[in-house]
Every structure is written in C-alpha cells, then in structure tokens.
C-alpha cells in the first residue's frame, strides 16, 4: 500500500523501516482471520488490518486519539498475522513503531504512567520481584482463591550440575523465571550436561528488555539489551558457544537486538553476533540430543506452544518432537496458533480479554485428557496454571525427569 509519511517521522530510521513494512502490505485480510483480538471482540480495528491502517494514517500526520491507542494495546503482539501473512509483513516491528508514536503523540494519564512504570519496575528486577513473590508466598494461605492460584508453590530446584565441561553454553536467568520457577534453567542444565555440555549463569545479565519495549519504555528496552551484551561478551570471547533461552518470549528479544540496535556504533556488530548466538533450548537439544536414547512409555502432554516459539522464532513442531522422542504421548490441541493471553503484562493490563483467551486454551489443551499441560515460555505458565486442574510445566522438566 502507499505510506506517505509526515515530516516528523519521514527521513528517520523509523520512518524509513515502516514506510517498507506498510508497502509490502496488500490488505488482503489473511491475518484478520488468526487474530485472536478480531475473533473475540470482531471489530476491524482490532485486528491487524485495522491496526496496520491505524498506524499508517497516525505516520501519515493524522490526528491520533486514545481510540487509536486503546485499539493498538489490545494487540497481544502475538504475531500470528505474521505467520499467515503471505506477503512477509513485520507487523510485530510496525506495532513497535507505532505504540512509540502513540505514546509520543497522545500520552497516557498518571495513572497509567504510574503502573507502567511500578510493572517495569517490579518485574524487570528480579530481586525486586523475588521479594514481592516471597511475601506474597508468606500470606498464601490467606489470600482469596483466585489471587491465590496466581502465586505458585516453592518448587526445590534441584542440584545445579558443576561447569566441568569443555564445551560451555550461557543461559539468560531472566526476571521473573529465577523467583517463579527456578527449576526450568536447572532442568536444562542437567539436560545439557548429560550431552556433556556445561550450562553457565552470568549474574550480571538480567532482563531482556521485553518488558519495556512493550510498556512505553523502548529506550530503556535498548539500555538492558546493551547491559546483557556487556556481560555475554567476555564469554562469547573465550569460547562459549551459544546464548541458550529457555523463555521462548526473552529469545525473540535477544534474537532481535541485532534488529534494535543496528544504528548503535558501537554495539551493532556485538548486538549482531549476540543474535546470532542466542538459540533457543529446543534448537540446542534437537541438535545435540540426538544421542539420547530414545524412550516408550511415557505421560500423555498437550503442549502450548507459546507464540513467541511458534510466530516469533518460527519453531512451531520442535518441542513437539523432542517430546514424541522422549516417549511422550501427545495430544492433538484444537487452534494452536491461539494466543493464551498472557503475552508479558498482557495479562494484568487487560485482564478481561487475558482470562476469556486464557479460558478457550485451557479447554482446547484439556479436550484430549492430557496428564500434563507442558509449555516453553513462563509467562504463559503461570498464566496457565493459575486456572488449570492440571501441573503445567516447562518441557524441559519432562526430559529431566
């Protein structure tokens, strides 16, 4: 389509990257159909080709209004349109660029200011968020039911395997997945040192910046990306081999900071080569567990293949495989290409259209009788079992058992 741009954003980096994605766009309307926004509420402006107009007449010097942002954050940026689209538009980049001009344009209140902030805040630092987990673990037991489910057991981790490897990979801990469910990395550390390979934390690395890119704070998203490079790079320099993730949702950041900071002198070629080593754990073990023996006989899963695997990472299927090989039973899963609706902060800013995305996975994960709900990414964990009968786990705890 044509994108005539407006002089405050024409000739700038960002205009010039949307004014090529909006051109690829022929408003087909392919994507309209797997939206999971446009399936529940059916209003044009809440899919992608409504979405794509929207920002393409507020780049263009119209007037933007708070309907335009209302309809631009319902969006899950769950990417689904991206993997339908036949025309290969980046929408996920356009709804980056438009969300920044948005936010620009129109503002928000204090109140919304103040919990986008007190989000970021409390969830990209994981001691703050391991210290508010830990009190609301102390009071469980008095909390309402449904608060309650939303905070999760202690779980014992398990015994972390020591780097006596010669080959050595890194892992991102993350922020809120060290606190939550710290036996995820320590599965796959004692996956990965089975296949003799050393699994290494580096402290100095913390959130991947998802968080911010997506709750208005897309320069402070770059400072952690820059702080994460920082710290992976001595270790890429003497060897280790890959930037494992184990949160499907941190690997399409990481993967993308090439992306974010291509204009950056002085960090776009380490950015570049950060990209380049960051693997997912499904990628890493599809190649190197082919030496594990395979095995017969085990549980029934229906695995969630979050949309930052499947549409972020296009790595729909691998889980999936790892498992069948490892002797899983899995079930077929009704629309898999659904969101569940957590999708990051998703869940706590709109909650109402969360919960009734979160409500259809969970029957569409149940309908085969599965004895576990297994996924890839923690937000969609969490948000899972707060309303499943069913233990959700990461897949990777299924191979450690």
């Known amino acids: 389509m044509e994108a005539p741009l407006a002089d405050f954003i024409r000739d700038t ?3 010039e990257a949307a004014q090529a994605i909006l051109r690829k766009c022929v408003h087909c309307g392919f994507c309209t159909a797997t939206c999971p926004t446009y399936q529940l509420l059916g209003d044009e402006l809440d899919g992608p080709r409504g979405r794509i107009y929207l920002i393409k007449e507020m780049l263009g010097g119209a007037a933007a209004t708070t309907v335009t942002r209302m309809h631009l954050d319902r969006c899950l940026s769950c990417r689904a349109c991206e993997t339908t689209c036949p025309s290969g538009v980046e929408y996920g980049r356009l709804l980056d660029i438009g969300r920044k001009v948005a936010h620009a344009r129109i503002g928000r209140s204090p109140a919304q200011r103040l919990q986008r902030w007190a989000l970021r805040r409390a969830m990209a630092d994981r001691r703050i968020f391991g210290a508010l987990l830990g009190a609301g673990r102390s009071v469980r037991a008095l909390l309402p039911r449904a608060l309650r489910a939303t905070i999760p057991r202690r779980r014992n981790p398990g015994a972390w395997p020591a780097p006596v490897h010669a080959r050595r990979m890194l892992v991102l801990d993350g922020c809120v997945q060290p606190a939550l469910a710290p036996r995820i ?4 550390a004692r996956v990965l040192h089975r296949l003799g390979i ?16 997506h709750l208005d704070a897309q320069d402070e998203a770059l400072d952690f990306a820059r702080r994460n490079i920082d710290a992976w790079w001595p270790l890429l320099e003497q060897g280790a081999e890959a930037i494992v993730m ?3 949702g941190c690997g399409v950041m990481v ?7 291509r204009h950056d002198a002085a960090y776009a070629a380490k950015a570049a080569r950060v990209s380049a080593a960051t693997k997912d754990l499904a990628e890493i073990i599809a190649v190197e567990g082919r030496s594990l023996a395979p095995q017969a006989g085990g549980p029934r899963v229906a695995f969630q293949c979050p949309c930052t695997l499947q549409h972020g990472q296009k790595l729909g299927g691998v889980v999936e495989g790892l498992l069948l090989r490892a002797g899983c039973e899995i079930m077929p899963v009704a629309d898999a290409h659904l969101c569940c609706g957590s999708a990051g902060t998703y869940s706590l800013l709109q909650p109402e259209l969360s919960q009734r995305l979160r409500d259809d996975k969970l029957r569409a994960l149940q309908a085969g009788r599965p004895e576990f709900i297994a996924t890839a990414n923690i937000g969609c964990l969490n948000h899972l079992q707060a309303r499943s009968d069913l233990p959700v786990l990461h897949w990777i705890e299924l191979l450690d058992s």
């Open 13 to 15: 980096p960002d205009g």
């Open 246 to 248: 184990t949160a499907s």
């Open 185 to 188: 990395n320590a599965a796959a």
């Open 198 to 213: 050393s699994l290494l934390r580096v402290p100095r690395a913390g959130c991947c910046g998802a968080l911010s890119q």
């Open 255 to 261: 993967k993308d900071y090439a992306h974010l900071l």
